[in-house]
């Protein structure tokens, strides 16, 4: 039997406003300031949902849910997450690891990484180890740097689908 692997990546931005919700990784973080978005503007999990859907070849998460319908209105990422993890599935692949950077000055997200860890791991049915979220500033460097806006990218491995016993 031969086992098919394939990589992909995501990114993500969103700009930044004062007195929005800050969501990333599934996980509601302590802000002033949150994405400005047709969704929860869930930057985390968008760069994860196009890593794994180009992964797959099934276009991106634009395509799939877009910004001009009004389904998608305010919808919490995680439901795209899901409803990704399914369109994967459903190609025939399984999620063997997910790997991801979020560029932000602030707020620290070091309290809030194994949550995100957890909440994506959940969704995805794979276990927390095999989801990585790291954070890093820009060094007060651009628009990440000047607290505008927020970019998150991903990458993942997925394999062909085949029983834990073989």
Same mark, same amino acid.
């Given at each position: ?88 599935? +459903?190609?025939?692949? #399984?999620?063997?690891? /997910? ?6 000055? %602030?707020?620290? *997200?070091? &309290? ?29 460097? +651009?628009?990440?740097? #000047?607290?505008?806006? /927020? ?6 491995? %997925?394999?062909? *689908?085949? &029983?834990?016993?073989?």
């Amino acid at each position: 039997m031969t086992l098919h692997q394939r990589i992909g990546q995501g990114i993500d931005f969103h700009r930044l406003e004062e007195g929005r919700e800050l969501w990333l990784g599934g996980v509601r973080i302590s802000s002033t300031k949150g994405c400005v978005a047709h969704s929860d503007g869930d930057v985390l999990i968008h760069a994860v949902c196009d890593a794994l859907l180009g992964a797959a070849g099934l276009n991106d998460i634009g395509y799939h849910f877009p910004d001009s319908s009004e389904e998608y209105r305010g919808i919490d990422s995680k439901i795209l997450l899901k409803r990704v993890v399914e369109m994967i599935t +459903g190609a025939g692949y #399984r999620i063997v690891n /997910i790997d991801s950077t979020v560029c932000l000055e %602030l707020p620290k *997200l070091a &309290p809030y990484i194994t949550a995100m860890r957890t909440t994506m791991a959940a969704i995805a049915n794979i276990s927390s180890d095999a989801v990585s979220v790291k954070a890093t500033t820009t060094e007060k460097m +651009g628009f990440t740097g #000047r607290g505008e806006g /927020i970019v998150a990218l991903a990458v993942c491995l %997925l394999s062909d *689908l085949i &029983p834990d016993n073989i």
